[in-house]
């Protein structure tokens, strides 16, 4: 079966700003099966993530830029339509890393195959998937998070960060949640139940704030956002506090990024900073799997989701996405 | 017995800047045995270290600033002249925290006792003693570094510096050595065998230096100096290196910090970042005594001192030392 499958290109790379409609391009190309092993996919729901962003430049990096001109990919959950492998059979749920489009061809190789519990499908672009193992690996395998610490995390309402609340709350820390938006604190003091949430673009002076909010200092930062906001906390950080950097939205469409000034207080409270890239543990999915399943059986979880209806309009929703806009996961229904 | 201990005091905090003769005091005071398991100590050598400097201020930090017009502490080495204690006797040599003085008394539980191997007595405030005890820590506890790796370590021929280079040759890794005159390349070359020295000053641009000396990157960095080196190192990292920060001799008399503009490779690369200090592991000494023993038994490790004569000239060698003078330990004999 020939069909026309619709995706979304990236015309030009963008070194700074907020990407906007005008970078992308909608484009229709024909695509069939035509070799043993291949699956033809109906993506149902795509995911859009903040590290997307890196890939609109041209510069070196973890993951390889964009190809202009040529269908981005990322994260999605589709259903086989027409198959060539022994298996995945048509009607299976997959999950792909071949986003940005309605319909693709691909090897079997590049699909995995769900067995949902009982959450709605696209759960798995959310708490379990992508996401919500990006903020279990971050607190666990990287930051080794231990009960009843303070923990602080920033783009709290986010899809990583609402996640990543939850999870020190299961863990039996208190948990302090910095957002954007007064309408994202509410949700986050009365549905995530965090001890304390707070506006941050209300907020003067952080390191004052942080002070009074919570004098005895953070033993975890789970940092999305980089930046300023970084080196505020990284002067109210206990002793042999853990820093885990998990994104820098502050700084990505930043021209030029804003200098740490306060490296002495790692050194004097023997602080601990570490990078991680959810890529390198795609593997080490089963106690992930294992124990969010159990929680969310439980009822231990919540998560929103932003759905933006229509593949054409993923640009937008990615530019909405940067600003902040989203509560919860961004995914684009098609 | 009734003696006149001669001590060096602090006259008033010094906020920035180096500090020089002006902020000091020699003071004499009568001191004496009064009580059950006191010893009265001729220290023998003094360390003055670059820690130091931070307790000139009166900000609080991870060890207590001096207390104005009081003997300061810090490392020395002395021998027993008479004692109350059951532990102690006349004539043994002593390891203390009671430096910047000539003589004092104390209880005997500030004392240790050392029973030297076949070295000069004032080895036990140099690779036996704090400074070596610094390089083993930040290398093996704290970066857990491993056989084979690209190490780079900054004030290389510093009293903590050398030994670092030597600890890691021993593990078979590759040295890269940084210090701030030609003398002391050559001596990290000729007599450390480290894989390379130069002199950073004479560096135009440290990071297109690092790439042409040391294309691949480094997998670990032992920082003694912080800004905007540290930067420069940050953009030659390779994938999931790790740096320990030990100290930051080049931020010390700073009025300003420099800030760390590239956080974002700490994410894109996996760093590890971790500060450490060296009072925080003062009771783990029995495998780094061990190791260290063995090494100076094998000929294997090589060290220099530069001896100032006299408690009252201590001042200036601090003084000396912040600004690199020393090759290195910076040690002053009575």
Redesign the interface.
Known sequence: MEILSKNIVLKDYIPTGTPSTKNFNVREIPIKISKDKEVLVKNLWISVDPYMR?RMTDRK??IPPFTLNEPMDGSAIGEVIETNSKIFSKGDLVYSFCGWRDYFVTNEENLEKIKPIDVPIQAYLGPLGFTGHTAYVGLFNIGNLQPEKTVLVSSAAGAVGSMVCQFAKIMGCKVIASTGTDEKVEWLKNELLVDHAFNYKKVENLVLYFKDKCPDGFDFYFDNV?GEF?ESVIYRMK?FGKIV????IS?MNAT?????????H????????????IF?HLKDRAKFEKDVSKWIKEGKLQWKETVVQGLENSPEAFANLLEGKNIGKMLIKI
Chains 1, 2 share one sequence.
């Open positions: 890196t990096n973890y980089g970084l002793n950097i998990c994104g820098r700084q030029s990024p804003t200098g740490l000034k306060n490296m002495a790692v050194l004097v409270k023997r602080l601990t900073i570490r990078g991680f890239l390198d």
